[in-house]
């Protein structure tokens, strides 16, 4: 029990604040903008989830050391779902009315957002689901509360094919080539196959599909296939243990590193740091950042979070790939909140409503980003009515051995491909739970 207050202690950034979270004293002592945390610090996945909720919460108490948001303090509490979507629905209902109301989730998790896209438009609740979730919800002509800013995984899967593309000399060079997906048995795995069944009509590629049952940590069966099937490459749309086992199953089966690449969930420290040198050649798709030791919001966080001693982490993993994710991710929270409070009040707490507001109508130019320390971190975000994503830019980075580095320039989906397949399924979606399109009145609220 002291180690679950400790941990739900740790977990609040608002500055100056030490009583409990539901001290009505603290309410009176500042203005505070609630964002909740859906973490997965348990269970399969936590090597991953867990700096991603490290990142998030220490570039929150960032945002306090920096002032606020207009002087409004952030305020965070987590609920632990350990990758679970009947707890993380569960979670949901136990933090959205907490602290004047949340603000927007993150639920780090394609199937709890499955669960939640059908509750946030009756509680006017936004969802951020940076590079997971429903790839169609970058449609916010029907999905008015969903926000996948900067990423889903048709963007992440037509980006990875363009690099392979562009490894093999052109489009044309994938012609009866095979490339198999290896790819967690769940909504979240699923989620990448349309993109990459898409491209494989257009350019004469046979794909092969290995579904990994969760967690993931039995794979022999699937190399084996691999093995024998011996496909030209495969890509990996894994998370958690899941990575790091079907990389030492391929190192055991000699498949080439070199002819693996990973989505964004699928290459950060934690799935190589058992593997080392072993993994040497391993490549994955990025959303834009990848670790970034050396960028302006790391070396402030490090100087104004953790040399304070109110690190919500190891100081080891700052600035590490999956801790970067979790600070754009509050980056992106806290801007939809900034760009609320130009309509409806600088200064003032924004309601979950209000908040939607901001996220559809974001625009962080390379200035802003640049300003709040993500030069060379980031790519310029501008959001719509129409459009939830944002950004669609990517970059691949390889495993050297110990470390990663970049190994592409930027890559951008191809939006003449990727718009249509998210129109028609947002269009399936809006007819099967009898949904009408946005009006160009309700774009304006």
Sequence with gaps: MKLRQLALAATVVATGLSG????SLASAQAKEQF????????????????????????????????????????????????????????????????????????????????????????????????????????DGGVFKWNFPLIGHYWVAGDTVLQHIAKKEGGWDKLKGKKIAVVYHDSP??????PIVQERAKMHGFEVQLLPVPAPGVEQKAI???????????????????????????????????????????????????????????????????????????????????????????????????????????????????????????????MTGEQARWGYENLNLTQAKLDALGFKGVMRPVSTSCADHLGANWARVHTWDGAKWVWASDWLQADEQIIKPMVKASADKYAAEKKLTRRTPADCQS
């Design 223 to 349: 190399w084996l296939q691999v093995r024998q099937q011996k496909p030209d490459f495969v890509i990996m749309q894994t998370w958690g243990v899941m990575t790091p086992t079907a990389i030492k199953e391929a190192v055991a089966t000699g498949y080439p590193r070199e002819k693996m690449f990973g989505t964004w969930w699928s290459g950060a420290e934690p799935d190589l740091k058992d593997v080392g040198a072993a993994a040497k050649g391993y490549s994955a798709v990025m959303m834009q950042h990848g670790a970034e030791p050396q960028s302006a919001v790391v070396k402030e966080i490090l100087e104004k979070v953790h040399a304070k001693g109110q690190g919500t982490g190891p100081k080891e993993e700052v600035g590490q790939v999956l801790y970067m994710r979790g600070v754009v991710g509050a980056m992106l929270a806290v801007e939809g909140v900034r760009a609320a409070q130009e309509r409806f009040g600088k200064g003032k707490v």
């Design 188 to 193: 979240f795995g699923k989620e990448l196959l």
């Design 20 to 23: 409990a979270l539901t001290s």
């Design 35 to 138: 964002f909740p945390v859906l973490s997965g610090r348990t269970g399969p996945v936590a090597p991953n989830a867990t700096p991603w909720a490290n990142g998030h919460n220490d570039y929150m108490k960032l945002v306090n050391a920096r002032g606020g948001i207009n002087g409004v303090m952030t305020l965070v509490e987590e609920c632990e779902t350990a990758y679970a979507t009947d707890r993380g629905v569960e979670c949901y209902e136990r933090l959205k009315g907490k602290h004047g109301g949340a603000t927007v989730f993150q639920p780090l998790s394609t199937g709890i957002t499955f669960a939640l896209t059908e509750k946030i438009p009756g509680d006017k609740i936004p969802m951020i689901t940076s590079g997971y979730g429903r790839s169609d919800t970058a």
